[in-house]
C-alpha cells in the first residue's frame, strides 16, 4: 500500500560528494549543530546587522551580508577588501562562536584540509529573489587555504564553473545544513547563485544563509 513512499529515491543523495577537484559536499553535516548556530546567528546579528552592500560598479547587492571574526569582507564604491571593524557602527566584528569555528576545522580536515583556522567568517543571507552572480574568490591572501560554506535555510541550487567564466557550469542543490569544503583547484573557480526559490524553513522562515569561512590573512 505505502511501499511506493518508502522505495521513492530520496531527494539528498549520498551524504558525501565530489564536486570537483579539491570540492566536497558533506550533505546535512551541519545539522546536528543547527539550533546552536541559529542562537549564535541571532547574536551576531543584533551586535553587526545584515546590509546590502555596493559593488566597485556601483551596484546595490541582492544578499545581504554581516560578518563574524578577526576580519570581515566588505565591498563599497572603492572595493572588496577585509577589514577589523565594521564599517557601519565602527565596532569590531562579533566574535567568532567556537561551535562555528569547530565546525569550519572539522569539517576541512574531512576533506583532507589539516588545521584549517578561519580569521574571517562572511554571513550571507538570501531572501527569495536574491542571487550571487558568478564571481571568483581573490581578495584572501593563501589560495592554498581552502574555503568552507554552512548552507541554513531554504535551499539554493549552486552554479559551479571552472577557471574561467567562460567555463559551463553544472548546478548542486544546496539545503539546510550542507556543508562544502572548497580547496585545491576547485578554489579559484567560478561560482553563484541562482535566484533563490520562495519557501518557508521550519527554522529560519523565507530566508537562506550561507556561512563562509576563510583564511583571509
Ligand atoms: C566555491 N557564497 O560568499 S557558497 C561567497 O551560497 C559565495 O552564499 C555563495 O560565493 C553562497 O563568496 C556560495 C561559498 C563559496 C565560497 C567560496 C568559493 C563557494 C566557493 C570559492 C571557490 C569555489
Ligand atoms: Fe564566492
Known sequence: MT???????????PAREHMAEGAVLLRGHARPLENELIAALHDIVAQAPFRRMVTPGGHQMSVAMTNCGPLGWTTDSSGYRYVQNDPETGKPWPAMPPAFAQLAERAAAAAGFNEFAPDACLINCYEPGARMSLHQDRDEQDFDKPIVSVSLGLPAI???????????????RLAHGDVVVWGGPSRLFFHGVAP?????????????INLTFRRAR
Do not use: M, Y
Open 3 to 13: 511501499s511506493d513512499l518508502f522505495d521513492s529515491v530520496p531527494d539528498t543523495g
Open 158 to 172: 549552486f552554479l559551479f564553473g571552472g577557471l574561467k567564466r567562460s567555463d559551463k557550469t553544472r548546478r548542486f
Open 196 to 208: 533563490l526559490a520562495d519557501g518557508e524553513h521550519v527554522l529560519l522562515g523565507r530566508q537562506r
